[in-house]
């Protein structure tokens, strides 16, 4: 922890442990040398990627990319959380760890985040020529299933759809047993 | 009259007999496979159609025929249809020179019973169960496709590398026979006392070996299963044409157990044939009865091919060839120079 | 190995394993650039079974998400289950009373042992050995009547909730599972008869789809493919969640990484789930099922990452809490998506008939993968 604040000082935000899991936060400009260094540092040499997924916050409009690093000799969990705002690119991991490839690749294909050097930035679970990204919190699930069948079908699907916020935020939320 | 009936009539009869005793096996054989593929996976198989199943080859036989029959587009429509059957006579036209029994006195003939006496009857098998080849090839071919044709030349070259094989494996029993007629090797083991799968081990195991994979059946059945990419020769068939290739293989695992049993298990001999039985027993000596004979030693050698299927997974078709051209055609070489050796020294005497 | 030099072979043939195919375990599809027989390149096209799994965690509450989950791995639904049970309980900083903790392991190790079994099945009929298919379904039928009898689902159970279990054990549940356990080793044993020293399977598996553990380790490959490795590393040793830490039970270890020592691998480890609940059935304490918590579920703003290991790997959750009774952020990390990638380095090289056997032995679900 202190190895890397020091070395990275310019780029480190906070450390701190949430419900007993440690989290450090930096800024995304060196994210690719963080990596390396955090792969490769004696002190807790975290060889193995776990995850790596991202958080949209829409008020800030901001995605914060979440990894989540495992050593195996230390055996400890370490999240490293660095945000980036909507319209930036970020550099991708994958050279430092090569799981990070598809990981990435599902991050671009669900948020839209585009990564710089990713070998092969396409989409993953979706089709190719999909339009959208799912997993942000403007992309209503229902408003696309509606417009998708007044498009294809040429009827009024009917669907109570509410624009916006994700719909449990909603004041008059229902709840899905009407 | 009498050369008519001796030389026309009769061979008739036992043609008919043949062919309609073996078409029923052909038939009861799908449902042995079913039968005994499910009792070997713990469950119990078509039982439905006639008690335990018995009927079902007739379900399976009236259904294939009122299948649709679809010609693809771009296949060429005679060669086509004419590969199946291309693949499915000479497995049937291989039973002309297969001894049955012995001869039979019936209305004051000697009937032998069997089809015909060729005196160069292994060559004559050898050579009609190479035109079998044809069959699939042409059925690749005929489909006009990619893969039903990278299918049937698979299958064509597994079954190619393996005759060879087969050849050689078999050439020890011609020596110690010293005969190409199947009635003569017959009768050469009961003269010796010993059936030659005792003096032949080994050529016995590369035959039945060689014959699985002649047969295109597991563990070498690669070319026909559910192939990753290439779904085999008999993609394009349907309906009856389907149900002749179906067929043509049965008939050939029947054929290549019947040349078993024929060269190394004796024929139509009883077990011990030159010890005679207590008086009790003499039945077992009848010339009816090497019908049977035969039939328990076919039978034995189908529950193995049957056996064999579903319990071992498949070779990977590199590995097929492999074992074809460098274990197989080797050992078989080996023992052709070792028996010669023996046969030589022993047998023949200089 | 010099390739495409002669006027013949030049043209490089790109073939898809497509969607529907009897030998991938689901809607998978791979493209294949051969020479020949030999694969050049092979790429994985998935998504064929993409449902939004993570968005619905967005809206749905916390403990209408669960059922959801049980999708997505659809064979071993039990450990979906017990892992994002755990994650939400240790966000709200709650435990599971023993006797809960108890059954979520008797129940967790018998869905392993019905992982495997299908893997074994599924990966034994694709190399051609049917028989053992049926076999192994025997024994998961029975390992399915328990689970009916418990929670009256056999594939989609939603056996467990946050802060417990819902159901009590039912009458003559320790007779049955004990009766399974002690006839369940000398069944394995008749599976190892049919397929570990027969000449065949040895020829098919062995030296296909190496991966060293250096390499697992970089692609990330989790779950019995990377003990295969040689890597020991399994989540209920290194960080024991459950009630894992009170039993004594061993990890297996391949060597060499290739398909053969998957395969041990993962026989043992059934013996082993075998093991865990033959000491643990005896030992259930009794007590509630259900911890003391509110019904309404509103964890403290913040995230967690909790992760078990489930019979494909390590599965875990990655929950992104802002206070309300949905997840803010709801992340699956599936074993499978990342074994797959393992794929290509595994399939390079080899015959077109040995990728068959490289994605059995991946034991790859695509509900997980595609989510």
Redesign the interface.
Do not use: C, F, K
């Given at each position: 922890m202190d190895a890397l604040k020091e070395k990275f000082s310019t780029q480190f935000v906070k450390a701190y442990s949430f419900i007993g899991q440690n989290n450090i936060e930096v800024k995304k400009a060196l994210i690719a040398e963080i990596m390396t260094f955090m792969r490769d540092n004696p002190i807790t040499p975290c060889n193995y990627l776990a995850d790596e997924t991202a958080v949209h916050w829409p008020k800030d409009e901001e995605f914060e990319i979440v990894y989540i690093l495992y050593s195996f000799s230390k055996n400890e969990y370490v999240k490293v959380k660095t945000r980036i705002k909507e319209w930036e690119t970020i550099e991708s991991v994958a050279s430092v760890w090569t799981t990070a490839d598809w990981l990435e690749r599902e991050v671009y294909d669900m948020f839209g985040v585009r990564y710089a050097n990713h070998p092969n930035l396409k989409r993953i679970l979706l089709p190719e020529d999909w339009v959208g990204f799912p997993l942000r919190k403007d992309y209503n699930v229902r408003l696309q299933d509606v417009e998708w069948v007044r498009k294809h079908l040429g009827i009024d699907s009917g669907q109570k759809y509410y624009v916006g916020e994700a719909r449990h935020e909603d004041p008059n939320y229902i709840t899905p047993t009407d | 009259m009498d050369f008519a009936i001796d030389n026309i009539i009769i061979p008739l009869i036992k043609i008919g007999i043949v062919f309609g005793v073996l078409s029923g096996v052909v038939a009861l054989m799908t449902l042995a496979e079913r039968k005994v593929?499910a009792f070997?996976?713990?469950?119990l198989g078509p039982m439905r159609v006639g008690p335990h199943g018995i009927l079902q080859p007739l379900a399976d036989g009236v259904k294939l025929m009122l299948k649709e029959d679809i010609l693809p587009a771009k296949a060429d429509k005679w060669i086509f249809t004419l590969a199946p059957i291309i693949a499915l006579v000479p497995a049937f036209i291989v039973f002309a020179v297969i001894p049955f029994g012995p001869s039979l006195e019936l209305f004051g003939k000697t009937i032998p019973l069997r089809i015909t006496d060729l005196n160069i009857g292994l060559l004559y098998v050898l050579s009609i169960s190479s035109v079998g080849i044809l069959g699939i090839i042409l059925g690749g071919w005929a489909s006009n496709s990619k893969y039903p044709l990278m299918g049937a030349l698979r299958s064509a070259a597994q079954m190619v590398s393996y005759e060879v094989a087969l050849g050689f494996s078999i050439m020890g029993v011609l020596m110690i026979a010293g005969s190409l007629s199947l009635v003569d090797i017959v009768n050469k083991q009961k003269e010796f006392g010993w059936w030659f799968v005792f003096l032949q081990p080994l050529g016995f195991i590369l035959f039945f070996v060689c014959g699985i994979a002649e047969t295109n059946r597991?563990?070498f059945?690669?070319p026909e299963?559910?192939?990753?990419?290439v779904a085999g020769f008999h993609t394009e068939y349907s309906g009856f044409r389907f149900s002749l290739y179906f067929l043509a293989e049965y008939a050939n695992m029947i054929a290549v157990s019947a040349m078993a049993v024929t060269l190394f298990f004796g024929g139509w001999l009883r077990p011990f044939a030159n010890y005679p039985l207590p008086g009790f027993l003499a039945f077992l000596d009848a010339p009816l009865m090497g019908l049977v004979w035969f039939g328990i030693k076919v039978a034995i050698f189908l529950y193995c091919y049957l056996w064999f299927r579903?319990?071992?997974?498949?070779?990977?078709?590199?590995?097929l060839m492999k074992i074809g051209w460098q274990w197989l055609l080797p050992l078989a070489l080996a023992n052709l120079v070792v028996t010669a050796g023996i046969v030589l020294l022993f047998i023949r005497k200089g | 190995m010099a390739q495409a030099e002669t006027l013949f072979d030049a043209s490089e043939l790109t073939?898809s394993?497509g969607p529907q195919?009897?030998?991938t375990h689901g809607v998978l599809q791979v493209k294949l650039k051969l020479d020949g027989?030999r694969v050049l390149d092979a790429e994985c096209v998935i998504g064929y079974l993409h449902r939004g799994v993570e968005k619905l965690g967005e809206v749905q509450t916390y403990g209408q998400f669960v059922p959801t989950l049980d999708r997505m791995d659809y064979i071993a639904a039990v450990s979906n289950c017990l892992g994002y049970c755990e994650t939400i309980e240790k966000l709200l900083g709650v435990t599971a009373p023993p006797r809960a903790q108890y059954i979520r392991l008797i129940m967790t190790e018998l869905n392993r042992i019905t992982s495997h079994l299908l893997w074994l099945g599924t990966h034994?009929i694709d190399?051609?050995?049917?028989?053992t298919f049926?076999?192994c379904f025997?024994e998961r039928e029975e390992i399915l009547k328990i689970f009916e009898n418990y929670c009256g689902a056999r594939l989609t159970t939603h056996m467990f909730r946050i802060g417990g279990t819902q159901y009590e054990l039912y009458e003559g549940f320790q007779d049955q599972v004990r009766k399974f356990i002690q006839d369940f080793p000398k069944k394995v044993d008749e599976y190892e008869t049919?397929?570990t020293e027969?000449r065949?399977?040895l020829?098919?598996t062995k030296d296909v789809g190496i991966i060293s553990g250096k390499d697992a380790i970089d692609m990330g490959l989790t779950g019995p493919s990377l003990r295969g490795s040689g890597v020991q590393w399994d989540l209920r040793k290194a960080k024991p969640y459950c009630i894992y830490s009170e039993f004594d039970f061993d990890i297996p270890v391949g060597e060499v990484g290739d398909t053969y020592d998957r395969y041990l691998v993962r026989m043992e480890e059934m013996r082993q789930s075998a093991r865990i609940v033959s000491q643990a059935i005896d030992k259930i304490p009794d007590g509630p099922i259900m911890a003391k918590m509110s019904k309404i579920i509103k964890p403290p703003v913040g995230d967690i990452y909790h992760s078990i290991e489930s019979p494909k790997g390590e599965l875990g959750y990655y929950i992104v809490s802002d206070g309300s009774t949905a997840a803010y952020r709801a992340r699956v990390r599936p074993p499978s998506y990342v074994n797959l990638q393992s794929l290509k380095k595994m399939v390079v090289g080899h015959?077109?008939?040995?990728?068959?056997a490289v994605i059995g032995t991946l034991d790859i679900v695509l509900g997980e993968i595609d989510r």
């Open positions: - | 593929a070997i996976q713990v469950r597991a563990p059945d690669l299963a559910e192939s990753e990419l579903w319990t071992w997974p498949r070779y990977r078709y590199d590995q | 073939v394993m195919h009897p030998s027989e034994a190399l051609g050995a049917i028989t049926l076999y025997r049919l397929l027969n065949i399977w020829d098919r015959m077109v008939a040995d990728v068959v």
